[in-house]
């Protein structure tokens, strides 16, 4: 028997990427399904990392992963690899309209490489992050189609490709039946691209886009209450006025009371800065403890949320810059400095970062409610959704 070196050379190459491609579909679910999951062995330092490139927006398509398009295209492959043999089946009769293999996987491999090159420029231009196992996809590619196109051409492969196609459509039953596979594809892909199921880190981003440094926190409140005396939820938030994603959380407690009914949010300091906080070993919001204690001054005169917008909207780095805010907000300024700077005050903050460790919070944003805590920042969905569960109303 005559061995047809080329369809082994193939087969063995995407045997090799379909291998590589269901590591990556499970490193892209523990990425972003799975919270307990250890870093991947491909995820060695900032930039070596499959794990952060996994998390981003840049991982799918049509809200399909990177690494099942690539499963569909080496299947796709195989099934080319050994249709002479299937279009034998009586079901599978149609198959016939595939006369030139080698020139379709040619031209896929192309495809599929010049693709990889402009995944290859997001990767280290813009995510500033490499995928080794999708760089060694982008190579395997490139090589199937070298493979296949020894001894027809590249130009030829394309050639065949597209008279090929022209003549099958001219079948009716095969355009018919073209024309439904496109229709339920895009059908598909509209839902998965709409509802983003397959991946949630860009339902993430888009939902985070509102709330990514407006100008102004339109959700914004006057006074020392956001929300309603005696709630039936209580959300404790603790944040730092330095922490860029805590700008996004402020924003978001504050829309959640808008749309949420029985809520109330109490704020507690978690300044991650050593001139108030015992737990660190070094410095990361130096001046942060300078703002939490003038955002307590400024509840002693019934401003406390005045004060928290626009600390967080003006970032202010001195204390003469706190002053020129709490100017516009017509507070007592020499009051103002007094209480911001008395041991009341500096009591307070420390009591509100024993007991966020005391819950084993340790970053910020977190969040408290009935006694459950959360590290970091949800999306705003899950938010609602979690306050929503534990007894808030939508209004």
Not at 273 to 281: G, S
């Amino acid at each position: 028997m005559t061995i047809d070196k080329k369809k082994l050379s193939i087969s063995i190459l995407t045997l090799i990427g379909i291998v590589t491609t269901i590591k990556l579909a499970i490193i892209y679910y523990n990425a972003n399904f799975n919270p307990y999951a250890l870093a991947s062995f491909c995820s060695v330092n900032d930039f070596i990392d499959c794990d952060g490139i996994a998390k981003t927006t840049e991982s799918q398509f049509f809200g399909i992963p990177l690494a099942y398009w690539g499963l569909f295209l080496y299947s796709f492959i195989t099934m080319l690899l050994f249709v002479d043999k299937l279009k034998n089946i009586k079901f599978l009769k149609f198959l016939e309209v595939f006369k030139n293999p080698y020139s379709y996987i040619a031209a896929l491999g192309v495809i599929s490489f010049t693709i990889s090159m402009i995944l290859l420029c997001l990767s280290l231009f813009e995510i500033k992050k490499l995928c080794v196992l999708c760089a060694f996809t982008y190579l395997l590619n490139l090589l199937i189609g070298v493979v296949a196109a020894r001894g027809i051409g590249f130009k030829q492969a394309f050639k065949d490709s597209f008279v090929d196609f022209r003549d099958a459509l001219k079948i009716k039953p095969y355009a018919i039946a073209f024309g439904v596979v496109v229709l339920i594809a895009a059908s598909f892909l509209t839902y998965t691209g709409v509802s983003y199921v397959f991946a949630p880190q860009v339902k993430r981003q888009k939902e985070f886009k509102e709330f990514r440094r407006p100008k102004k926190n339109k959700y914004a409140v006057s006074g020392n209450l956001l929300g309603v005396d005696n709630a039936k939820v209580v959300l404790h938030a603790y944040t730092d006025y330095q922490c860029p994603m805590c700008y996004s959380y402020n924003i978001m407690i504050h829309k959640l009371v808008k749309e949420i009914k029985n809520v109330k949010i109490v704020h507690h300091n978690m300044p991650l800065d050593t001139e108030c906080n015992k737990y660190l070993r070094s410095e990361f919001h130096h001046g942060s403890c300078m703002m939490a204690k003038y955002a307590i001054a400024a509840e002693k005169q019934g401003k406390f949320w005045d004060m928290n917008t626009q600390l967080f909207e003006k970032q202010p780095v001195s204390e003469k810059e706190i002053i020129e805010i709490a100017k516009k907000l017509n507070l007592d300024i020499d009051k103002l400095q007094e209480d911001a700077n008395s041991l009341e005050t500096m009591h307070k903050i420390q009591k509100d970062i024993d007991e966020a460790y005391s819950l084993r919070i340790n970053g910020t944003p977190s969040t408290a409610i009935n006694g459950k805590s959360q590290v970091g920042i949800k999306s705003y969905s899950e938010l609602k959704q979690w306050v929503i569960d534990e007894g808030g109303i939508e209004k």
